[in-house]
């Protein structure tokens, strides 16, 4: 598959037009024109790229690319040895944000509740980011870190009283712990995420809203491995997703 048609179908897929990210989506550094061979994962990590290079990738596809705003934009250290690594193996990095996040079907919080048995209801928080729900069956704040645990394989970090019932849920992966006030306004038992602050903690005490802290990366390994299983299926691409453990 050529470069350009692939991040075309990309585009059109998630639709990042949409969205005022914090990075360049899309094809972030160019590499070879033909594309056959994908690996993909959560964070384009020095690991991640030496992988791709072991396994004779074309292009890396991942959830957290490189040139955030506002962090330094010199060409040194680490910085340079990824770019090298990509430059000198002509391997394309193609990097989707938020669009990953909303996307109705192959996005992190849509496959995140696939996984859960949570019922999306609606959504709120900047740019509709963050999701409302129900739980398939109602339960207790303690019962559903339990369940979250088994399905992630991370213990999630529960704040707030583990016998609270449970009916309606907000939710929002990686580090959307900023979205927990609008959720309590909204009326859920309990809200989860990746990541935790300190002021969160207050928040749930004194709200009595359960707070879960579920792991940036492992609330957010699914929507990118989606998207590779996607692309295997409807664009003839081999599309490998490499889990690289994180444990934040």
Known sequence: MKRENLVEYLDGLLQPANFHDYCPNGLQVEGRADIERVVAGVTASQALLDV??????????????????????????????????????????????LPLDAHPELGNNAQLAARLGWQPEG??????????????????????????????????????????????????????QGYF????????????????????????????????ACGHHATERYGVAALAAHLSRHCGLQCEFVDL????
């Open 52 to 97: 791709a290079v072991g396994r004779g990738a074309d292009a890396i596809l991942v959830h957290h690319g490189y040139f955030w705003k506002g962090e330094d934009g010199r060409v040194t250290c680490i910085r340079r040895q990824r770019l090298k690594t990509l430059l000198s193996n002509d391997i394309n990095l193609l990097a989707y944000h």
């Open 181 to 212: 006030e609008q959720a309590i306004a909204l009326g859920v038992d309990a809200f989860a995420s990746g990541e935790i602050s300190e002021q969160t903690v207050h928040l749930a005490r004194e709200s009595g809203v359960a707070f879960m």
């Open 123 to 176: 959504r709120f928080g900047d740019q509709d980011i963050a999701w409302l729900g129900s739980v398939a069956v109602p339960t207790t704040a303690g019962q559903l870190a339990t369940q979250i645990g088994s399905a992630l394989s991370r213990t999630p970090m529960l704040i707030g009283n583990a016998e609270r019932p449970v009916c309606r849920i907000g939710w929002c992966t990686g580090g959307a």
């Open 245 to 248: 453990d994180n444990p934040v």
